[in-house]
């Protein structure tokens, strides 16, 4: 099936309007719970989430399968499902390895932590474009819906010194002060790794509930 141009009658802001403000809602309940010290598992103050239950982490993978199976059911599916798959594939390995490249660049001060930031962004936004353009556009529409309130987060968190996840920096790394600290623990995180990682996730669970999907429509037909 090719990808129908009627998926442009799809609106973006629409689609993805409960599903942001159902992530505002989280993270505003997150902030709440870690500056009222609220237990584990559900809220985690160390750097990075450690996985706590109340988060946003994992929402892509329920938002990535209800932003696939509207743009299907709106005739704005994928032209081959294999395609996404493949471009899918791709885009994973550009992002792991972007990713590693600017991580170890960073911590040795190499300049070429710009050229993994490079690799991530090609990975992560340009590459899966090519299996299905529609949820991938979506879906960094609501990353960046999602993450620009955590930025706005944890900028007043890096400001007030807070103590919770949303301020904390790795062990044994020394303050280079705000500037410093916010771009490289803030800003790249949130509006390019987090933002990689819903459209990696999202795409991924999308796909696997839209082939579900085109396999189960004909059964139902025969039936």
Do not use: C
Request: aromatic share 14%; no cysteine.
């Amino acid at each position: 099936m090719a990808e129908t141009t009627s998926g442009n009658d799809v609106r973006i802001l629409k689609l993805i309007l409960v599903p942001s403000l159902i992530t505002l809602a989280v993270t505003i309940l997150r902030v709440v719970g870690e500056l009222q010290n609220w237990p584990a598992p559900f809220f985690v103050k160390q750097g990075g989430g450690g996985g706590a239950i109340v988060g946003i982490w994992w929402l892509p993978i329920f938002f990535g399968i209800y932003f696939a199976l509207k743009l299907s059911g709106a005739g704005a599916g994928p032209a081959s499902l294999g395609r996404t798959f493949a471009f899918w594939g791709v885009g994973l390995v550009l992002m792991v390895g972007g990713g590693f490249l600017g991580a170890v660049a960073f911590k040795s001060g190499s300049a070429i932590a710009g050229i993994g930031a490079l690799v991530l962004l090609v990975g992560a936004f340009v590459v899966p474009l090519l299996g299905w353009s529609s949820l991938i556009k979506v879906l960094i529409a609501y990353g960046y819906a999602a993450r620009i309130p955590v930025l706005i987060v944890m900028y007043f968190a890096f400001q007030g010194k807070w103590g919770t996840h949303y301020d904390a920096l790795p062990p044994g790394y020394v303050s280079k002060g705000f500037g410093s600290d916010f771009l490289n623990f803030a800003v790249f995180p949130q509006m390019l790794g987090w933002i990689a990682f819903t459209v990696l996730v999202g795409t991924l669970f999308g796909a696997v509930a839209a082939a579900i999907a085109q396999r189960r429509k004909p059964a139902v037909q025969a039936a």
